[in-house]
């Protein structure tokens, strides 16, 4: 089974990736596509390039895809993509919105291909238990009531894990970040070939918004022998 | 004719899209190998980015080859990369290279595609006057004696071009760079729908070898209407 994996640098694009190459697939391809609309067509240095850094350390292709990101016109973009690849099926790390996976599933069915989603509907706690303990995963950005600045830049590990539960009590801030509140970025996991460094961040804040991006303004690879 | 378009961001593989697009090829995919070794594993942000800032400005998704760096490798590296791609032809911007033209030559032959290198063999003042006509140019690393550091972030226009030329002639600079003399980035062309903008430069000056960069380490895309 030859497949692409969409790609955004998170831990469930991350997981979907892991899953393909636990089954054996051969994953020929990371896509990813990236939306114009984003910063208003302003494009940053910083962060972009990051998971460009991670296909680095895995060694599989990555695949940029543009959107003007018109959420309708997002999925025929992504159609164009997938259509000139030599694939059978399409991994994504869909986990609970229902919207998403189901423009994913129309677009790769029309393709003709078979569609995975290894985390689909799994339970928020148990996936990310098992997360934590084979990737390094940070948190890149917050947008929720209970995560305040500190948790930019904070590592997700056991511990910060059983303090998301308790937000889940208190706030509904969902454990995996289901409903947005939190982005991730993944650093380290059993297939990268060497790991992702963080040599220059910066914490961006908006109070008005009780949200934060952490920008990536240096980062590099560092071998694992 | 489906095509893929090995790209690089400079003015060479600018002038190979440019022709594609005038042949009325349909361009599926740009091609970009990333060599590890370039930066003896390390890899900082500015720069990296800017290629698939380009694929953005042009519309094109950009697939990132990941190769070991050494040069038999990067050959059959690129070859795994084109393999999965629906494509009929690759069109290079080969200039003067025998040896990279060959290598790349050979790749597309064993997968039974098409070769097209358009910038191949031809004049180099001539193929110039044409690129600094169409394609805004900037200088961004220099290699060559008679390069001293006021050349980097450059526009090279027809005023600078006379100046190459004479610089031809005095210390053998080849006038389109075939030589490895410099390095260019194209921040506008025809078939791009939004010209890049450097926000913020540094140069990189190396006195002892005489060569240097041009950091980028900020840069917007700006619309063209």
Avoid at 84 to 100: H, M, R, T, W
Avoid at 137 to 164: F, H, N
Avoid at 176 to 186: D, R
Wanted: hydrophobic fraction near 40%; aromatic fraction near 10%.
């Amino acid at each position: 089974m030859r497949v692409a994996v969409l790609y955004s640098g998170g831990k469930d694009s991350n997981y979907a990736l892991y899953w393909a190459l636990k089954q054996g697939f051969e994953v020929k391809y990371l896509v990813s596509m990236v939306s114009e609309s984003d910063e208003s067509y302003m494009y940053h240095v910083p962060n972009i390039h990051l998971t460009e850094l991670q296909a680095k350390a895995i060694g599989i292709p990555l695949v940029k895809g543009f959107t003007s990101g018109e959420k309708e016109k997002e999925v025929e973009d992504m159609k164009a993509v997938l259509e000139g690849l030599k694939i059978d099926g399409v991994v994504a790390g869909a986990l609970a919105s229902e919207y998403q996976k189901r423009r994913v599933d129309r677009v790769v069915e029309e393709l003709g291909l078979k569609s995975f989603a290894p985390a689909w509907h799994r339970d928020p706690v148990e996936y990310m238990r098992e997360l934590v303990e084979i990737f390094d995963i940070v948190m890149v950005g917050t947008a929720a009531y209970g995560l305040d600045e500190s948790w930019l830049g904070r590592k997700i590990d056991e511990k910060t894990l059983e303090e998301l539960v308790k937000l889940n009590e208190k706030y509904r801030v969902h454990v995996a970040g289901e409903g947005g509140e939190f982005e991730t970025f993944v650093r380290d996991a059993p297939f990268f070939k060497a790991r992702i460094v963080f040599d220059e961040v910066e914490k961006k804040w908006n109070e008005c918004n009780y949200s934060g991006i952490l920008e990536v303004r240096r980062a590099h690879l560092e071998r694992k022998d």
